[in-house]
T-cell receptor, first 113, second 116 residues
Framework: GESVGLHLPTLSVQEGDNSIINCAYS??????FIWYKQESGKGPQFIID?????DKRQGQRVTVLLNKTVKHLSLQIAATQPGDSAVYFC????????????FGSGTQLTVLP | GAVVSQHPSRVICKSGTSVKIECRSL??????MFWYRQFPKQSLMLMAT?????????EQGVEKDKFLINHASLTLSTLTVTSAHPEDSSFYIC????????????FGPGTRLTVL
């Protein structure tokens, strides 16, 4: 079936560098996407979202890019800090699906000192 | 922002017993809540949609008689794992959507269930 997936299961970056986490989705009916951060033993924490009528959205140190042509989503974290170490999930909401979310497999981001 | 709480945060029980997990929206009302299960190093898998005032909707492969869901009020949903077995050990997370069509979902802190 259709699913949300990630290209990289793990990512290690040096502190201060920029991080890019990628996500591929296959459901063309999805119209809302969210990035979540999950620290060990905790629930997912909202980072940033984007609607399908947009291709870029910026937050504090984070940017989400959406390429509907190739069904690709990315999360960019600027000046990565040790506190950014966590698992990052993308999630999609299919239009008309009662706001249920389908989660990708996750990427473990490790920030090296 | 909106806050969702869960209780207990962790529970250990013996095989064959039942465990109830509560999910509360603290400062907003939620007619719908979602229950997820997450195994170690895996993603969140939607188990069911809890609907206030009506029956829950279960995802394919989730046994409704084993995972009882009750949405008792606009701020409370409960998940009861009946006759728990070691394979039910997992991290259970609930969420509630915010207001508006595109608002994000707010997640609880999760409940770690260990069945001995």
């Amino acid at each position: 079936g259709e699913s949300v997936g990630l290209h990289l299961p793990t990512l290690s970056v040096q502190e201060g560098d920029n991080s890019i986490i990628n996500c591929a989705y296959s459901n063309s009916a999805s119209d809302y996407f969210i990035w979540y951060k999950q620290e060990s033993g905790k629930g997912p924490q909202f980072i940033i979202d984007i609607r399908s009528n947009m291709d870029k959205r910026q937050g504090q140190r984070v940017t989400v890019l959406l390429n509907k042509t190739v069904k690709h989503l990315s999360l960019q974290i600027a000046a990565t800090q040790p506190g950014d170490s966590a698992v990052y999930f993308c999630a999609e909401n299919m239009k008309g699906s009662a706001r249920q979310l389908t989660f990708g497999s996750g990427t473990q981001l490790t920030v090296l000192p | 922002g909106a806050v969702v709480s869960q209780h207990p945060s962790r529970v250990i029980c013996k095989s064959g017993t039942s465990v109830k997990i509560e999910c509360r929206s603290l400062d907003f009302q939620a007619t719908t809540m979602f229950w997820y299960r997450q195994f170690p190093k895996q993603s969140l898998m939607l188990m069911a949609t809890s609907n206030e005032g009506s029956k829950a909707t279960y995802e394919q492969g989730v046994e409704k008689d084993k995972f009882l869901i009750n949405h008792a009020s606009l701020t409370l949903s409960t998940l009861t794992v009946t006759s728990a077995h070691p394979e039910d050990s997992s991290f259970y997370i609930c969420s509630a959507p915010g207001l508006g069509l595109y608002n994000e979902q707010f997640f609880g802190p999760g409940t770690r269930l260990t069945v001995l």
